[in-house]
């Protein structure tokens, strides 16, 4: 690392939020400053991303809540910022959010930025939301700036009064990196590949849900929708791809045996461009979302979508231009979307051409890389003043 470069931490839970959601950022900013990342893992965890000017720190950060196990990570990210000096903590994820920021603060960090993904509070009721919200309002008390994946995430954080509006800012239209429209994009032979794996066929209609299994993200009520359609439409299936976080796997058989035929289960994948690319209809039932990335992802590769009328959502989808949006928890509303784009051909590619050209001109990586640019740069600009 050169002495002379500012110096930047980018801190995350885990390794893979890191790997995917900032790679292009890290690589961006390892060009003018030096940059050291800091997760729960192991130095092979970043062989992609590491260089002279990229180092990593470990730092054994537990997602789910333990007072002594978080107060030595909290001591231990204090002493490597006090020892290190650096003229930005940057966190994201919710846990590391709490430990990064106030640890920051407490070390005298000039710059302490955190990015909001998304509430864990947004759909819960009572203590537990009161609880979880006023950790965010610490959270924002303690940075110094703040980022939102979207728009209306930032309205809805400025709305419940977590945030103050001057504080928090967006990168381009939303999302944390955009989407790589090199690596999604249409591809007829995996397409053609994955449907001969499943044994579907070419002119079947495939619905597609990519993504983390829990109930937050709705796959219950699109499994109970799809059953629904099923039963008198043998030429459409459902694809569920990812893993299995919330124990909902044995749900899903249990809603799906009368149609288990047209039903087909993969666990996580590292190639999710191409189960995209053998589908014709994007699913996101979610209660909560940032932003949505898969979304764009998703249309990128021409798949329109039908999701949540959430805030997140509503900014990765137009909706009636690249998806139909439902309102949450609507069986029959998912019902209704699914079945409007199945029996409408044209108007399904009218919409994957809209999402497709969307994805591209308002979303690709490259455009938010040089928004973060942008804003790293008038943040340490400041800091000279």
Known sequence: ???????????????????MFMK????????????????????????????????????????????????????????IFRKEQFDVVHSLMPKTALLAMLAAFVAGVPSRIHTFTGQVWANKTGVARMGLKMLDKFVAKCATGLLA????????????????KNKISILGNGSVCGVDTERFKPNLTARHQIRTKLGI?????????????????GIQDLAHAFAGLAVNMPHVHLLVVGPDEGGMDTMLQSILEKCAGQYHRV???????DYM??????????????????????????????ASNIYGVVDAVVDGETGILHQPKSIEGIKQALLTLTNDADLRAKLSKQAMTRAHTVFATDILVNAMRQYYQNLLSNNDI
């Open 1 to 19: 690392m050169q002495n002379n470069r500012k110096k930047i931490c980018i801190v995350a839970t885990v390794p893979y939020a890191l790997v």
């Open 277 to 306: 690319a053998c589908a014709d209809i994007f699913c996101l039932p979610s209660y909560r979302e940032g932003f949505g990335s898969v979304i764009i992802e998703a249309a990128a590769v021409g798949v329109p979508a039908v």
């Open 149 to 164: 994946d979207s728009l209306s995430q930032r309205q809805f954080l400025i709305g419940q009064h977590v945030v103050d």
């Open 267 to 273: 666990g996580f994948t590292n190639r999710p461009e």
């Open 201 to 217: 066929s070419d002119n079947a209609v495939v619905y597609l849900f990519l993504g983390r299994l829990n109930k937050d993200k």
């Open 24 to 79: 292009p950022h890290i690589a961006m900013l390892a060009e003018q400053y030096d940059v050291t990342l800091i997760a729960n893992g192991v130095e092979q965890d970043f062989s992609t991303l590491l260089n002279e000017n990229v180092r990593f720190v470990p730092v054994n950060i537990v997602r789910k809540i333990s007072l002594w196990r978080d107060m030595v990570s909290l001591f231990q990210l204090y002493r």
